[in-house]
């Protein structure tokens, strides 16, 4: 049992201070969730955590018969290079396409959709040979979707994820301005990125904890396979399924994503055997402090 009290407590020892901005909520089963600090929560951008979103209209496309994980990048975006031809959809999905996008290297690129795939003039390995976390790739993931489906990402995901969970708050932003209406911006000096697939989304703690809650009860009919571990080509099994980490701790399997851009580190975990999770949103750059808190809220959560 998790409550406020102990949340708040987690929250101070993990370093926070009363005045640091983090957002933190817990759930266990279909209780109440524990979100703390209490009132409206603020919309704030959740970077990478936005890949399970984007896999998880990948997987109903899947279901519905619109996408193949088998049919090559190429089919869906001809305009790419010859290489295209080589890397699978569940090569992008899984971070197996080779595709790596060297940020430090394209820092100062065109942000948006557009930008990046632009510059993707290469492969940095074989294709199903090796886990290489890949932005770009899920841009192309992202890309694939509008195609498969016949309309933008942020409509697809608003007509069969957003709106039938009833997760009113959360949306893709693509601009023109850097962020939406009411939302907590980012650190200025580096507004967060227009793309989708990788990041795009924006959202809140009960709307994240509603996500898990919605996967706990597999309201769309695609939690197995969104968990499904990927692998290499020579079957050697992975620890990433669809946009979400799977591990074992002790008896329980944890699915956890992280995700980071400045001004902002998150952090959402679930525990489908114990029906519970919890998610950290710190309006800071303090990557060790928040993975320190759900460390310990996890801690919490598997005693």
Known sequence: MVNADQVASLVRLAGYGPRDPVL???????????????????????????KQFTAACAALLVRQGRLDVESSLARWMPELPAWAATVRVRHLIHHTSGLSFDEARHAECDRTTAGVLAALDHLDSRPGTEFRYSNAGYVCLATVVERAAGQPLPRFAQDHLFAPLAL???????????????????????????????????????????????????????????????????????????????????????????????????????????RSGFVVLALDNNQDRTAALAEAMLQALTP
């Not at 279909?30 to 990478?48: E, N, Q, W």
């Not at 200025?188 to 924006?202: E, K, N, Q």
């Open 168 to 274: 009113n708050d959360t949306r893709y932003w693509s601009g023109p301005a850097p962020h939406p209406p009411g939302a907590a911006p980012t650190d200025h000096r580096h507004p967060a990125p227009l793309s989708l697939g990788d990041g795009g989304v924006w959202s809140t703690t009960p709307d994240l904890l509603r996500w898990n809650q919605a996967l706990d009860h597999d309201e769309l009919g695609i939690s197995a396979l969104l968990h499904t571990p990927g692998h290499l080509d020579d079957g050697t099994p992975l620890d990433y399924a669809w946009g979400v980490g799977v591990r074992t701790r002790g008896n329980d399997r944890i699915h956890r994503h992280g995700g980071s851009w400045p001004g902002v580190t998150a952090q959402l975990v679930r525990i489908p055997s114990r």
């Open 24 to 50: 933190v909520g817990a759930q266990l089963d279909d209780a109440p969730p524990v979100l703390l600090p209490g009132g409206r929560a603020p919309l704030v951008y959740i970077a990478s955590l936005s």
